[in-house]
């Protein structure tokens, strides 16, 4: 018994020092608050004075397409074969393995707004090759797709 005895007086005195306070421990965290006081109404009267500007600008509005996703569209053969587009593929005079883009069966995937200008994202039905980035305005919109499928 004296063995536990001694063990609980030892937790006892130390529950009794756990428990003390140091008395400029409590006036030191009083002197700090007191001292962040003035210093949080600045910062407040501050942010109330900086959030009108944020409110007064106003969003960026979405941009306007000329065509819409899902549409179908062909391009149009001379504006092609006048365009940087065509020249920089390096493709000989007449190249007949693009016939497929003159006819209505590309469908526009994605639109953007780049630098030199509205360019339509275009895959084309029924054709195993990867889609292109191309001009809005070399595109002819089709009311609806007419090929026959080989």
């Given at each position: ?7 609980l ?113 275009i ?24 090929y026959?499928?080989?």
């Amino acid at each position: 018994m004296a063995l536990s005895q001694s063990s609980l007086a030892c937790f006892s005195s130390f529950a009794h020092t756990a428990t003390r306070r140091n008395p400029l421990h409590s006036s030191s965290v009083r002197v700090v608050r007191a001292t962040a006081e003035p210093e949080k109404a600045d910062l407040a009267a501050e942010s109330a004075a900086a959030k009108p500007a944020p409110t007064a600008a106003p969003r960026p509005k979405k941009p306007v397409y000329s065509m819409k996703k899902g549409q179908i569209v062909r391009v149009d053969k001379e504006k092609y074969l006048n365009s940087i587009n065509y020249l920089s593929v390096g493709h000989p005079t007449y190249y007949k393995g693009l016939d497929y883009i003159y006819e209505d069966r590309g469908e526009i995937l994605d639109l953007r707004i780049f630098e030199t200008g509205e360019y339509a994202l275009i895959a084309w039905v029924g054709v195993p090759t990867a889609p292109a980035w191309l001009p809005t305005d070399m595109l002819i919109e089709s009311e609806r797709l007419n090929y026959e499928r080989l």
